[in-house]
């Protein structure tokens, strides 16, 4: 299996993935760098996987689907035109050979699901705009409670599973998280690693969600060193539970 970035607007990434089964992309919000892509690869588009309904990752479908010789999946609780296929939570479905389990993760937006790969070398973890490497989606259109309860079924996937984010976010996040834990000294590291990649125009990404539970504040509301570091602005911060915690975190961010 092989996986590729195609870069899309200013900060998304349209994954690629090829097998010998063919070739798919999660998130195709414009269709010209895909095409041009493929063109320039010679590869013959299979089939599409979609997330959720924003223009930036479903723009460019219509486009496609003159161009696939597969189907379009993508959350069934959706008004996405030009889908084939609707999935629910806890189906699977195969595309390229590869098996993807479907999980809703509603918050950012209420029809939002993942794709995990659990049955390959390294599981694959396709979340959109969820789960961001050092950071979360906005919640536009479910609660507070709702993307939590999200970001936790996306923790307690294998640590070992590669996180692919639908945008190239990673070093702001990684700027909020450091001011959030100034005393985290694997987000100064982790910054510095990503500074380089950006420097060379390479993705921030993948990253592990064992290296994720560590860096994210996002996935870190329940530790007490990340409450500790709040409590000279969040007063009930050791004794507030995970969402308000969670909660204060996201509109911070909101307004950083
Ligand atoms: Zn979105």
């Known amino acids: 299996m092989n996986i590729q970035s195609i870069k899309a607007f200013n900060d998304n990434y349209i994954w690629l993935i090829s097998t010998n089964e063919g070739n798919l992309v999660i998130d195709p919000g414009e269709s010209e760098p895909v095409r041009d892509y493929m063109l320039q690869k010679q590869l013959q588009l299979t089939d599409i996987l979609i997330t959720h309904h924003h223009y ?16 379009i999946f993508g959350p069934n ?19 390229c050979g590869i098996d993807f389990q479907i999980l809703e993760i509603p918050g ?7 794709y995990f790969a659990a049955d390959t070398s390294q599981p694959r973890l396709f979340c959109g705009d969820t789960l961001f490497s050092a950071g ?16 936790e079924k996306l923790k307690v996937l294998p640590s070992n599973t590669l996180v692919y984010c639908a ?13 959030v834990e100034p005393q985290n000294l694997q987000i100064s590291a982790h910054i510095e690693v990503c500074e380089q990649q950006r420097n060379n125009d390479l993705p921030t990404l993948p990253n592990t969600l064992e290296a994720e539970k560590k ?17 000279n602005q969040m ?10 915690v969670f909660q204060y975190l996201r509109a911070w961010k909101d307004s950083f």
């Open 56 to 71: 930036d990752h479903v723009g460019g479908i219509l486009d496609l689907r003159e161009d696939i010789n597969g189907r």
């Open 77 to 95: 609780n959706s008004q996405i035109e030009g889908l084939d296929v609707s999935v629910t939570e806890g189906e699977t479905i195969q595309s």
């Open 108 to 114: 950012h937006t209420l029809d939002h699901i993942a």
């Open 136 to 151: 979360c989606g906005r919640v536009f259109e479910g609660t507070a409670q709702q993307m939590y309860a999200s970001l």
């Open 167 to 179: 945008h190239e976010y990673t070093l702001a996040n990684l700027k909020f998280a450091q001011v």
């Open 215 to 231: 860096i994210n504040p996002f996935l870190r509301c329940a530790e007490v060193e990340l409450r500790e570091s709040l409590v």
């Open 235 to 244: 007063n009930n911060a050791l004794t507030a539970s995970d969402v308000e």
